[in-house]
């Protein structure tokens, strides 16, 4: 069955801090990978996406993430983090047979930014 | 350009009620998915509504239905509301030739009494 692994499920970083989010999914075949954002009492936001081709993707607000098939991992990074990165933050797996299909999503990971 | 829109934004049920939700996709979409996300965890696919006929359905109880409209919204329908149905429901929408462009909506925030 499909599935996606956030193993962190609250992070705090200082501003200006590099940050890694970990992401880990189980896909029988070459998977379409997503990262989203959600600010309090708000929807999801898309940051990135990873259908094929290069496995580093860039993202928008200075994201990027890294798809290793090896590790069945989809990490995402980002060099300085800002105060206004806090958020909840959820990788997906999304069915490759259909580009309308459903999401699986993580547990989420929360980011706190401390100044 | 208006992106999802969904209504209400708040509302409260008490136990054993039924409640609609609706949903109002971006400019240009045809497809709408619902998701449940409770509290602390990540949105639960529902299920998926394409030309007014549901498409995919996720595990989910009966309790849990929708409907698509000609103008592509859609509303989601729980019967005998439970304690464990409180949870943000958010809608997305989506066109097939998209490629996996889910817009969001803020989500209607349930809260079953």
């Known amino acids: 069955a499909q599935s996606v692994t956030q193993p962190d499920i609250h992070i705090t970083v200082s501003e200006g801090a590099s940050l890694e989010l970990r992401c880990n999914y189980s896909?029988?075949?070459?998977?379409?990978l997503f990262w989203y954002v959600q600010s309090p009492g708000q929807g999801l936001q898309l940051l990135l996406k990873?259908?094929?081709?290069?496995?580093l993707v860039q993202g928008i607000k200075g994201f990027e993430a890294e798809f290793k098939r090896s590790q069945s991992s989809f990490n995402l990074r980002k060099p300085s983090v800002h105060w206004s990165d806090a958020a909840e933050y959820f990788c997906?797996?999304?069915?490759?047979?259909?580009?309308?299909?459903?999401?699986?999503f993580g547990q989420g990971t929360t980011l706190q930014v401390k100044p | 350009d208006a992106g999802v829109t969904q209504s209400p934004t708040h509302l409260i049920k008490t136990r054993g009620q039924q409640v609609t939700l609706r949903c109002s996709p971006k400019?240009?979409?045809?497809?709408v998915s619902w998701y449940q996300q409770a509290l602390g965890q990540g949105p639960q696919f529902i299920f998926q509504?394409?030309?007014?006929?549901?498409?995919q359905r996720g595990n989910f109880p009966d309790r849990f239905s929708g409907h698509q409209f000609p103008n592509y919204s859609s509303e989601l329908n729980v019967n005998a509301l439970l304690l464990g149905d409180s949870a943000l429901y958010l809608c997305?929408?989506?066109?097939?030739?998209?490629?996996?462009?889910?817009?969001f909506g803020s989500g209607t925030r349930l809260t079953v009494v």
């Open positions: 997305a929408s989506s066109s097939p030739q998209g490629g996996y462009g889910y817009t």
């Open positions: 896909y029988g075949a070459t998977p379409y």
């Open positions: 990873y259908f094929s081709g290069d496995t």
């Open positions: 997906a797996v999304g069915e490759s047979s259909s580009n309308t299909g459903k999401l699986i």
């Open positions: 400019s240009g979409h045809d497809t």
């Open positions: 509504y394409y030309e007014e006929e549901e498409r």
